[in-house]
């Protein structure tokens, strides 16, 4: 007998949910409502390594002003429920490279992602050790574009294998019910009918439940869907003559100026000190510019560049230091085999470098 026929031969059992949780609102109000309805819920979330929390606000000045923390966790203990992390960034790969659904606006598989995260989940979650007995979502009708669309709901639970395990709290009453809800698990007239693009009923809920301390209801949780990000996700492909991608690499794109003068190689310049301390844990893998007559950004050199090639990105790195307004600039370059050199370099004027340069 499988955990979910057991599920249901034995009705007096407490019902179990697993709730996917993102750090977003939604997904933090979802696992709220079926909580409040005397369930235990516990929290799945898959890191990916596009995910934005934890990387570029711990790393640059400027956002040192926002929370160091990891939403998902903060939702978790907000909750006072358990969270499990799970690594899924190398299969994970397969649906950036091969969304079978598409990609959305930029480089967003969205729906094959989230097909992929429940399906996921219903394998971890109905494994008969974890006994869980539906998963919850905090998906609402309308919302997103790719992904959130009436049709494809009954898509993403057909196709990730959850089928009516899947329960959408805050959308359930626009929607056929599910396992949970004709089983009696959930009273549906306590679940919401939340539609379309507008927080401001998912804002009042929480507020109604004394929540008050949430990530920007509208916000990303993937850098996938950021227009920049998948600028450079794109040029790196195109430069290096094939769709794929290492962890290294999906976290260097999140960080620093990106200038690509020759399709031979592309210069990650540091804007500020965090950016700088960050490059420099990989300096041993990269060559790179150091300015030693002025201070300036540690620049990275990735690809195949030839000796004009190293002058000419001297040149664009030495425009970033404080001696871009000098005569000459002193560079020192570093390559990974332990040799190094100096040149005495023009600094490139602001209109020399153009604007297809920047990726």
């Known amino acids: 007998m499988t955990a979910q026929s057991k599920a249901i031969s034995n009705p007096d059992r407490p019902r179990r949910a697993v709730a996917l949780i993102s750090g977003g609102l939604d997904s933090m ?144 009453q626009h929607l056929p019910e599910t396992l949970p809800e004709r089983e009696g698990w959930v009273d549906r007239d306590a679940l919401y009918g939340f539609h379309g693009r507008n927080r401001k009923p998912q804002m009042a809920l929480a507020e109604q439940f004394g929540l008050t301390d949430y990530a920007q209801p509208a916000g990303g949780c993937c850098f996938l869907t950021d227009k920049s990000y998948s600028a450079k996700l794109a040029d790196l492909w195109s430069a290096r003559g094939k769709r794929d991608y290492e962890l290294d690499d999906i976290m260097l794109l999140k960080v620093g100026r990106h200038i690509r003068p020759s399709e031979t190689y592309k210069l990650i310049v540091g804007r500020e000190e965090g950016e700088n301390n960050y490059l420099e844990g990989y300096r041993k893998q990269f060559a790179h510019l150091r300015c030693e007559s002025h201070r300036g950004p540690l620049t990275l050199i990735d690809g195949a560049p030839n000796a004009a090639d190293i002058e000419q990105a001297a040149r664009i790195a030495a425009r970033y230091s404080q001696g871009r307004d000098a005569a000459e600039v002193t560079m020192s370059v570093h390559h990974p085999n332990g040799v190094s050199e100096v040149l005495t370099v023009t600094p490139y004027a602001p209109q020399e470098i153009p604007e297809r340069w920047h990726v």
Request: charge should be positive; include cysteine.
């Open 29 to 172: 109000l979802a696992a709220k409502v079926i909580q409040e309805q005397g369930i235990e819920v516990q929290g799945l979330n898959f890191y990916t390594g596009f995910c934005v929390e934890g990387h570029t606000h711990a790393i640059r000045a400027k956002d040192r002003a926002k929370p160091k923390r990891n939403n998902a966790l903060w939702v978790a203990e907000q909750l006072g429920i358990k969270l499990n992390i799970i690594d899924v960034s190398e299969e994970y790969k397969d649906i950036v490279l091969n969304p079978r659904y598409g990609y959305g606006q930029h480089l967003n598989p969205c729906l094959d992602c989230k097909i992929f995260m429940v399906n996921k989940a219903q394998a971890w979650g109905f494994m008969e050790e974890n006994g869980f007995d539906f998963i919850i979502t905090g998906e609402v009708i309308g919302q997103r574009p790719k992904s959130q669309r009436k049709e494809t709901m009954p898509l993403i639970a057909r196709e990730s294998g959850a089928h009516d395990r899947l329960l959408r709290p805050l959308c359930a």
